[in-house]
């Protein structure tokens, strides 16, 4: 592993607690409160956002080292998940225990992916717009699309409807499910050894 690579990486860790400080004080703070602080108060501020940019390209960078680098992946990754190959047989173990973690993630991004897609509404119309005397309506529709939708769609037909129950898809963010597959990665993987070992 390139020499650089580790200095960065241990800035990169001894950075960590400092941005969540910076993270939690910038939710808490008055922006007007900085612009009328003193001249070093200001200053320790905005050093304090200099670092923080720096710390996010740093995490850039070693996220593409991590990609293409398969001694750097090795190396860091190995520590993250407490992968251990002390012999032959921890070796053929490990190729299992990553088999099955990668067939349930799958599994699990299938699931994930048909939860974002399906959309189920259930809804009642007033009776001037209700279907063969029918004024409650299920709606069943699928949506897909490969970049963020950043306006919702506007209907033409209005109709006046009282919502029962609605799913638009995952109720939870994407960097929710990135961090969640992440943390299922690496404990089916434990899990997977464990289990193997005995």
């Known amino acids: 592993m390139n020499k650089v690579n580790v200095l960065l990486l241990r800035f990169f860790l001894w950075g960590l607690p400092f941005v969540i400080l910076l993270a939690v004080f910038s939710a808490s703070y008055n922006e007007q409160?900085?612009?009328s602080a003193s001249y070093y108060i200001r200053l320790l501020y905005n050093?304090?956002?200099?670092?923080?940019?720096?710390?996010?390209?740093?995490?850039?960078?070693?996220?593409?080292?991590?990609?293409?680098?398969?001694?750097?992946?090795e190396k860091v990754l190995a520590k993250l998940t407490l992968?251990?190959?002390?012999?032959?047989?921890?070796?053929?173990?490990?190729?299992?225990?990553?088999k099955t973690t990668m067939l349930t993630t799958i599994a699990?991004?299938?699931?994930?992916?048909?939860?974002?897609?399906?959309?189920?509404?259930?809804?009642?119309?007033?009776?001037?717009?209700?279907?063969?005397?029918?004024?409650?309506?299920?709606?069943?529709?699928?949506?897909?699309?490969?970049?963020?939708?950043?306006?919702?769609?506007?209907?033409?037909?209005?109709?006046k409807k009282s919502n029962i129950f609605e799913y638009n898809g995952l109720p939870i963010s994407g960097s929710a499910v990135i961090i969640g597959l992440i943390m299922w990665q690496i404990i089916a993987y434990n899990y997977s050894m464990r289990r193997f070992m005995k």
């Open 33 to 35: 409160l900085i612009v």
């Open 47 to 73: 050093l304090a956002g200099f670092i923080f940019a720096v710390w996010m390209v740093l995490s850039i960078y070693l996220g593409i080292c991590l990609m293409f680098s398969e001694k750097f992946r």
């Open 83 to 98: 992968l251990k190959e002390r012999d032959e047989r921890e070796a053929m173990l490990t190729g299992k225990a990553a």
């Open 108 to 159: 699990i991004l299938l699931f994930l992916f048909c939860l974002s897609c399906f959309q189920v509404s259930v809804y009642s119309v007033p009776p001037e717009q209700a279907i063969n005397g029918k004024s409650n309506v299920i709606s069943l529709n699928f949506k897909f699309s490969v970049l963020k939708d950043s306006s919702p769609a506007i209907s033409s037909d209005v109709i």
